[in-house]
């Protein structure tokens, strides 16, 4: 099929399809979020490997658009799986992991509930079934109307479904709500249509909801944009306190301050090992619950700013904290992520305290990043140094696994301030440890001094991997990535016909690799510049969208020029990107910030998808060339591993190569 024999029906039958391609869309983005979402939730491995979860999506959408053209049909499968899925994780979640000491994580030491090595396989594959079915339906809309308009209200119903999960994660729904939403849209775009198809269709959609109501109505059960969070109250030595579950992993304890400090003396460290600081500004990252918030002001703070990432966490503080540090007008809360957070504040303080700060949770769809990450690195302990009063002091405490990473973090604190923290490992096992770094050495007074046992780099704003120890890919990454790749191959030989439907489409498959590098750079970039909150990582995905959008109008309204000329604007936006630095656009105001940042990300995504969409015009089978391109994005899911051993940096690099090598088979096609 050329450009002059694009499918033609009439307006109404047209109309249709566009609706039907806009459901179909916006169910399966809303179905991709919300597996993410949910299994991580109830499956502590996909808590810390939220990608896995990606690339089945991506497997299945791929899959289910080469499907349309040879396989047309309901996909009544995909419902039925969907709540087969959901029951089965219910019925066997797995509630704690701990993974080897190369790659570490602050959670418990053993799990309860299938391994990993049968959960992940089924859930990818059931992820990818799950997937298969939209996609198919969108697939087949694609083969009824023109090249770009396809696109384009395919783009419109991503939107809309990134939206739709946008607006429940702001009000807090539990799944239930998700559930009759994906229901609601499987009923009206499967359209039963005689008995036998009913019973397929409604049966699954009704146990899908039943399934999640009676999880979403669990007594003391709350869902937050990050995790699905748990709480037992009780008496602990004749003192009322309340344990924290988030994700399955015990997170938090809330109790009276004065108790906190009895059983747990380690929260006082930060204030005895500073006896000259004054202790009357106090910041705390990560103040959860409040206790810590509680503590600053019974060591005389005059003023505590609270920042937590997780409002859900924070409304527990407010309702059973018994000292209610959030109703002190001492106190100010503040909702957001500890970086961000420093980054746009000029406030100086006495002391900055990181209490606790682990998310157990990944960023949205990308495979390595925690939303605690960027806190952890040498920049960020230079921006605590930098906002700290003459005489003030910065600490931290959690619980270690491994010694190499107390190490890495008070050698990072050595780095910046320039001399050795103190160093409090006050439990037997090793595992919890308090450092307290004066902004002089005289604002210090150790009991101990840190001293170098083992050296182990620092992490950086562009490798923010605390807890993988080298510059390196590790072994579990590598046997999970290949296991994934080998199976897609059978799932595309079986489920999607001969690989020789794809031949002529290699260059889309190596646009969709490149694509989604650049997409993970750019969720990266702006989780360092503006928060890993679920906010930004939202706006960043539908400003993709957005920008993907813009480039098929652009495309289908005016003459774009040629591909090398294109090519040429989208190598000049990587090297943009490439000369620009992090540190730079983190210095300027806020305001200027944002439209730099916006600026270097998208300029190549909007010429990327100029290119993609000048090239999708072209195809003689718009479903499998599509199809073609998502397997290519599932790919670039798998290499941005990369960057674990890299840095994120180094990920332009290879997107260049990929976009180069995309060009070279274009023009080799044009000759022939």
């Known amino acids: 099929m050329s450009l002059t024999d694009e499918p033609t029906v009439t307006v109404e039958n047209s109309n249709s399809v566009k609706r039907r391609l806009v459901g179909s869309s916006a169910l399966m983005l809303f179905l991709e979020l919300a597996l993410i979402r949910w299994t991580g939730s109830n499956v502590v491995h996909l808590a810390y490997f939220s990608n896995f979860v990606l690339l089945g999506s991506f497997l299945g959408i791929g899959v289910g658009f080469l499907r349309a053209s040879r396989n047309p049909g309901k996909p009544i499968l995909s419902l039925m799986i969907l709540a087969l899925l959901v029951g089965l994780v219910l019925k066997y979640p797995v509630?704690?992991?701990?993974?080897?000491?190369?790659?570490?994580?602050?959670?418990?030491?053993?799990?309860?509930?299938?391994?990993?090595?049968?959960?992940?396989?089924?859930?990818?594959?059931?992820?990818?079934?799950?997937?298969?079915?939209p996609a198919q339906i969108v697939g087949e809309c694609f083969e009824?109307?023109?090249?770009?308009?396809?696109?384009?209200?395919?783009?419109?119903?991503?939107?809309?479904?990134?939206?739709?999960?946008?607006?429940?994660?702001?009000?807090?729904?539990?799944?239930?709500?998700?559930?009759?939403?994906?229901?609601?849209?499987?009923?009206?775009?499967?359209?039963?249509?005689?008995?036998?198809?009913?019973?397929?269709?409604?049966?699954?959609?009704?146990?899908?909801?039943?399934?999640?109501?009676?999880?979403?109505?669990?007594?003391?059960?709350?869902?937050?944009?990050?995790?699905?969070i748990t709480w037992t109250s009780g008496m602990w030595d004749g003192h009322p306190g309340t344990q924290i579950t988030a994700n399955g992993v015990p997170h938090q304890s809330v109790s009276d301050a004065n108790y906190r400090l009895q059983e747990s003396p380690f929260y006082g460290y930060p204030y005895a090992r500073t006896p000259a600081n004054p202790h009357k500004d106090v910041l705390i990252v990560g103040a959860g619950s409040g206790t810590d918030?509680?503590?600053?002001?019974?060591?005389?703070?005059?003023?505590?700013?609270?920042?937590?990432?997780?409002?859900?966490?924070?409304?527990?503080?407010?309702?059973?904290?018994?000292?209610?540090?959030?109703?002190?007008?001492?106190?100010?809360?503040?909702?957001?992520?500890?970086?961000?957070?420093?980054?746009?504040?000029?406030?100086?303080?006495?002391l900055i305290i990181f209490a606790l700060p682990d998310s157990l949770t990944l960023v949205p769809g990308q495979g390595a990043l925690r939303l605690e990450s960027y806190l952890f690195t040498r920049e960020a302990f230079a921006s605590a140094r930098d906002h700290l009063k003459p005489g003030g002091a910065f600490s931290m405490y959690n619980f270690y696994r491994e010694r190499w990473l107390v190490d890495r973090l008070a050698g990072t604190a050595d780095k910046v301030f320039g001399h050795a923290p103190c160093l409090d490992v006050p439990s037997a096992a090793g595992q919890l440890a308090v450092m307290t770094a004066g902004l002089t050495q005289a604002d210090q007074a150790c009991q101990s001094v840190w001293t170098d046992e083992s050296f182990v780099e620092p992490t950086t704003d562009d490798r923010p991997f605390l807890y993988l120890k080298d510059a390196s890919i590790p072994s579990l990454h590598l046997i999970v990535l290949a296991l994934i790749l080998a199976a897609s191959v059978i799932v595309v030989r079986l489920f999607g016909g001969p690989f020789r439907k794809m031949r002529p489409y290699g260059d889309l498959v190596l646009l969709g690799a490149a694509f989604m590098l650049l997409e993970t750079k750019s969720v990266t970039g702006f989780a360092l510049l503006f928060g890993t909150t679920w906010v930004v990582n939202a706006i960043v995905?539908?400003?993709?969208?957005?920008?993907?959008?813009?480039?098929?109008?652009?495309?289908?309204?005016?003459?774009?020029?040629?591909?090398?000329?294109?090519?040429?604007?989208?190598?000049?936006?990587?090297?943009?990107?490439?000369?620009?630095?992090?540190?730079?656009?983190?210095?300027?105001?806020?305001?200027?910030?944002?439209?730099?940042?916006?600026?270097?990300?998208?300029?190549?995504?909007?010429?990327?998808?100029?290119?993609?969409?000048?090239?999708?015009?072209?195809?003689?089978?718009?479903?499998?060339?599509?199809?073609?391109?998502?397997?290519?994005?599932?790919?670039?899911?798998?290499?941005?591993?990369?960057?674990?051993?890299?840095?994120?940096?180094?990920?332009?690099?290879?997107?260049?190569?990929?976009?180069?090598?995309?060009?070279?088979?274009?023009?080799?096609?044009?000759?022939?």
């Open 293 to 350: 918030a509680a503590i600053a002001l019974r060591n005389g703070a005059t003023r505590v700013d609270a920042v937590e990432i997780d409002p859900r966490l924070k409304g527990i503080g407010v309702q059973r904290n018994p000292d209610k540090p959030y109703g002190d007008p001492r106190v100010h809360a503040h909702i957001n992520d500890g970086r961000a957070f420093l980054s746009s504040t000029d406030r100086k303080y006495d």
């Open 144 to 228: 009824r109307l023109s090249r770009l308009d396809a696109y384009r209200w395919d783009l419109v119903g991503s939107l809309l479904g990134i939206g739709a999960f946008t607006a429940l994660s702001f009000l807090y729904a539990p799944p239930v709500v998700w559930g009759v939403i994906a229901a609601g849209l499987y009923l009206w775009l499967l359209a039963p249509d005689n008995l036998i198809e009913r019973l397929l269709v409604i049966t699954p959609a009704l146990a899908l909801v039943a399934l999640l109501a009676g999880e979403s109505i669990a007594a003391q059960t709350l869902w937050s944009p990050y995790s699905k």
């Open 95 to 133: 509630t704690i992991n701990r993974s080897g000491s190369d790659l570490i994580y602050f959670t418990a030491v053993s799990i309860e509930g299938p391994p990993a090595w049968t959960v992940l396989p089924v859930i990818f594959l059931a992820v990818a079934t799950i997937l298969m079915g």
């Open 541 to 672: 995905f539908g400003g993709v969208l957005v920008a993907v959008l813009a480039a098929v109008e652009v495309t289908r309204r005016f003459r774009t020029p040629p591909l090398p000329v294109m090519f040429g604007i989208l190598l000049a936006g990587l090297v943009l990107a490439w000369v620009v630095p992090n540190s730079w656009l983190l210095e300027l105001p806020l305001p200027v910030r944002a439209v730099a940042a916006v600026t270097i990300a998208f300029l190549p995504i909007f010429a990327a998808n100029i290119i993609f969409a000048r090239r999708f015009t072209e195809t003689a089978d718009a479903s499998t060339a599509f199809g073609a391109n998502l397997l290519g994005a599932m790919v670039g899911g798998c290499l941005e591993y990369i960057g674990l051993a890299t840095g994120y940096h180094f990920l332009l690099i290879v997107a260049a190569v990929l976009y180069l090598a995309a060009f070279a088979v274009m023009r080799r096609t044009a000759l022939a």
